[in-house]
């Protein structure tokens, strides 16, 4: 494996973890609706697990409301059945082929717990993204404890990461 493999692998590894984290933040419920909420919540449609966005149309109909209309008719409870029994904390009204979600408004218990959970998940990336690091650092050592590269290129990639 050369120097150029090692940063490749590493750089990957650590946008992989920088989206994770951008998914994990997604599905956080503030105050404000975003279709990215349900976006986790899978349904059975005909024996197979399906993400709702695939099997309804889901839209915004204001700031805190979350429209979902199942392409079939037979859907709509299946759907509001999902969402009711997810983690998120909402309940669905149905008005004839419309499931309308509602997001209450955030307390203040719920900010502060909405905080811890923010910050749990960055610090969860940071470390993930430090471990590539020191992995990636100890590949090269090893690289260079067997003499397959020399000394100036072992530390050539960790001087111009840093800058």
Same mark, same amino acid.
Do not use: W
């Given at each position: 494996? $050369?120097?150029?493999?090692?940063?490749?692998?590493?750089?990957?590894?650590?946008?992989?973890?920088?989206? $994770?984290?951008?998914?994990?933040?997604?599905?956080? #419920?503030?105050?404000?609706?975003?279709?990215?909420?349900?976006?986790?919540?899978?349904?059975?449609?005909?024996?197979?697990?399906?993400?709702?966005?695939?099997?309804?149309?889901?839209?915004? $109909?204001? +700031? #805190?409301?979350? $429209?979902?209309?199942?392409?079939? @008719?037979?859907?709509?409870?299946?759907?509001? @059945?999902?969402?009711?029994?997810?983690?998120?904390?909402?309940? %669905?009204?149905?008005?004839?082929?419309?499931?309308?979600? %509602?997001?209450? %408004?955030?307390?203040?218990?719920?900010?502060?717990?909405?905080?811890?959970?923010?910050?749990?998940?960055?610090?969860?990336? @940071?470390?993930?993204?430090?471990?590539?690091? #020191?992995? +990636?650092?100890?590949?090269?050592?090893?690289?260079?404890?067997?003499?397959?590269?020399?000394?100036?290129?072992?530390?050539? %990639?960790?001087?111009?990461? #840093?800058?």
């Amino acid at each position: 494996m $050369s120097i150029n493999d090692i940063k490749k692998q590493a750089t990957d590894k650590m946008a992989k973890s920088v989206e $994770s984290l951008k998914n994990d933040l997604a599905k956080i #419920r503030t105050g404000r609706a975003h279709t990215g909420i349900i976006d986790h919540l899978r349904v059975d449609y005909y024996g197979s697990e399906m993400p709702i966005n695939q099997v309804a149309n889901v839209t915004l $109909s204001d +700031a #805190r409301t979350i $429209s979902i209309q199942p392409f079939e @008719k037979k859907m709509v409870q299946v759907v509001e @059945k999902a969402i009711r029994d997810s983690d998120l904390g909402v309940n %669905p009204a149905t008005s004839g082929d419309v499931i309308r979600v %509602p997001m209450p %408004p955030l307390t203040e218990e719920r900010r502060k717990e909405l905080t811890k959970i923010v910050k749990h998940e960055g610090e969860n990336s @940071k470390v993930a993204v430090r471990n590539v690091r #020191r992995d +990636a650092i100890q590949h090269l050592k090893d690289l260079l404890k067997n003499g397959e590269v020399g000394e100036d290129q072992e530390n050539a %990639p960790r001087t111009r990461c #840093r800058n």
